[in-house]
T-cell receptor
Framework: DVKVTQSSRYLVKRTGEKVFLECVQDMDHENMFWYRQDPGLGLRLIYF???????EKGDIPEGYSVSREKKERFSLILESASTNQTSMYLCASSSPDYTGTQYFGPGTRLLVL | RKEVEQDPGPFNVPEGATVAFNCTYS??????FFWYRQDCRKEPKLLMS???SGNEDGRFTAQLNRASQYISLLIRDSKLSDSATYLC??????????FGSGTRLLVRP
């Protein structure tokens, strides 16, 4: 059974803080993704990675960066948190042959004050 | 215009009812299509793929209409446990998935 875990379920941070969200998957998947989900907007892709040390911008990369030093781990970094980054953050992984079958972590609900 | 559009609902139906949702997409180059289910405060999970020839899995049937650029999900004999948000997903390239904002279904006793 695929398992994707995220470091925190809930986080409260202050404006300007640096925020790290970690995601770990145990299925040896090459592809990993970070999304944010907001009411009425659906899931929007922030960044994805198709291999260690490789990353590609998604639709809304501004204000975010990522790191993938190991295959199983994909980190999302908010360099200087802002209130408009308050959201639900979801990590996902997939194999390259079945990109449509994504396995999601439980999500991190981030509140930036 | 959004790339993938869904009626947000909620669709409020009694147990045992048949309910259908549609999802329209704007890019005719779309390659693959899926339905995901998301329970309240949970992560999305793959429900089923959508094939050109249609796809049935128990009470669930998914259809694709390329000419009109929409996909549909039909749920027969609705159960209380079917209450969730159903997300339409369209793939344009190897990595680019576009998620609809979801249709909420409420099944009442």
């Amino acid at each position: 059974d695929v398992k994707v875990t995220q470091s925190s379920r809930y986080l409260v941070k202050r404006t300007g803080e640096k925020v790290f969200l970690e995601c770990v998957q145990d299925m040896d998947h090459e592809n990993m993704f970070w999304y944010r989900q907001d009411p009425g907007l659906g899931l929007r892709l922030i960044y994805f990675s198709y291999d260690v040390k490789m990353k590609e911008k998604g639709d809304i990369p501004e204000g975010y960066s990522v790191s993938r030093e190991k295959k199983e781990r994909f980190s999302l970094i908010l360099e200087s948190a802002s209130t408009n980054q308050t959201s639900m953050y979801l990590c996902a992984s997939s194999s390259p042959d079945y990109t449509g079958t994504q396995y999601f972590g439980p999500g991190t609900r981030l509140l930036v004050l | 215009r959004k790339e993938v559009e869904q009626d947000p609902g909620p669709f409020n139906v009694p147990e045992g009812a048949t309910v259908a949702f549609n999802c329209t997409y704007s890019n005719s180059a779309s390659q693959s299509f899926f339905w995901y289910r998301q329970d309240c405060r949970k992560e999305p999970k793959l429900l089923m793929s959508v094939y050109s020839s249609g796809n049935e899995d128990g009470r669930f049937t998914a259809q694709l209409n390329r000419a009109s650029q929409y996909i549909s999900l039909l749920i027969r004999d609705s159960k209380l446990s079917d209450s969730a948000t159903y997300l339409c997903v369209v793939i344009y390239s190897s990595y680019k998935l576009i998620f609809g904002s979801g249709t909420r279904l409420l099944v009442r006793p």
